[in-house]
């Protein structure tokens, strides 16, 4: 196969290996499944449908992909929790509704390459034995929903879907689900209640895995679009051949957004543990603005930990330990949790020393007290607090006692909520004041509490005098 060229200014760096993005910004190329087709297209899918359904689950095991929606669980291996006397029907989701402020790569998918999508989810559909799958994509991507109706409709009349995919016996659906536009949604359960039509409350677990309790209290299988496109490399290149890209545990290739203070943001797919994160930010992204000096990284999206850039971490090193910089540490799985984050959904937020980082933590705390779903009082009230606390410091209004405040309320949230957006919301506060202390204390003043109540304040506090 030729290697693609791509569009002037929108090359691949030297260092990437794309396979996902592999059309991403292609010269000549577009949406249509014919020019999908061309190129090769819905070969891997014939290759699929000729083996034994159990056939596909172990090479995608063998793969060692991980989940790259956020959590980063073994792709194969929540397939295989698919009750095995199962006699429901089992579903297929695709997790679309990419809205983790940061993360900017299914919507590319999405718009310039449907077709891959659609492949692999008929061969990992034909794997779980779903006869029946949904794309829940966000309401924010409307163009992208268009586009990925019609090509449904391109792949249905061609065989690839319907009652007997490529004359093989084995019938499949796939239907699009545009959200509301809530992060919630990205919560597999709370995406299964969205999607039967309920108010988007996550589920708890247990009892309700959807593997075993999901959409229609039947099997569910849901995972993120960049996940279920790798399923059709693994078919292509059998799955032992994949696991040989990337590293040991964190295989395969890993689109990287970055965005912030750096000359280059952009996306990036880079072999998995191959790059550090030095050399994303200085090779890849071209450093951060001319006189200034790297603070801060979230490195898996807002809702992951900040790390400083002049902390040291100590990871694994063989059968010992060793000490790295921020600059050294590898873009994997494991290494990002052990240095105290996670590499979460790939977006990598880069801030530099001009950045006020009590500022930063009030844009990412507006972000988690709008888009809580109120289900857990912990996160419904917290989230809002930590909200109206930074608020006041950035109004010149905190007290010294606000820092101590913030990082109890996101203590109390953690841990304490029925799916992960209570860490979502809590991480950012937690991390931000125990690693930039200063910058939050310079936001209060013992002044501030000597000063009478405000109007608003003044009558609450009467009324709970009066009760």
Known sequence: ????????????????????????????????????????????????????????????????????????????????????????????????????????????????????????????????????????????????????????????????????????????????????GAYICGEETGLIESLEGKRPYPRIKPPYFPAALGLYMCPTIVNN????????????????????????RNTGTRILCVSGDVNRPGYYEVEVGKVTMGELIDDFCGGVKKGRELKAVIPGGSSAKVLRADEEYTVKAGDGEKTIGIRDIPMDFDTMAACGSMAGSGGVIVMDDSRDMAWVLNNINAFYAHESCGQCTPCREGSLWMKKITDRMLAGGGVPSDVKTLGSVADNIAGRTICAFGEACAWPTQSFVAKFPEEFKKHTSRKNAGKPLSGEAKLAAEGLAGS
Request: proline residues 6%; aromatic residues 10%; neutral net charge.
């Open 1 to 180: 196969m030729a290697a693609p060229k791509y569009i002037k200014g929108k090359e691949p760096h030297k260092r990437e290996r794309r396979l996902i993005f592999r059309n991403v910004d292609r010269e000549g190329w577009d949406p249509s499944i014919a020019t999908y087709i061309a190129d090769g297209g819905y070969k891997q899918l014939e290759k699929a449908i000729k083996m034994e359904p159990g056939a596909i689950t172990e090479e995608v095991k063998a793969s060692g992909l991980r989940g790259r929606g956020g959590a980063g669980f073994p792709t194969g291996v929540k397939w295989g929790f698919i009750p095995p006397n199962n006699t429901k029907p089992v579903y297929l989701i695709c997790n679309c509704d990419e809205s983790e402020p940061g993360t900017f790569k299914d919507r590319y998918i999405v718009h310039q390459d449907p077709h891959q999508l659609i492949e692999g989810m008929v061969i990992s559909c034909y794997a779980v034995g779903a006869k029946v799958a949904y794309i829940y994509i966000r309401e924010e991507f409307p163009e992208g929903a268009k586009i990925l109706e019609e090509a449904i409709e391109e792949a249905r009349a061609k065989k690839f879907l319907g009652e007997d995919v490529l004359g093989s016996g084995f019938g499949c659906e796939i239907y699009v689900h545009r959200g509301a």
């Open 225 to 248: 679009v960049e996940s279920l496109c790798h399923v059709k490399h693994i078919i292509e290149m059998g799955g032992e051949e994949y696991s040989k890209i990337g590293t040991p």
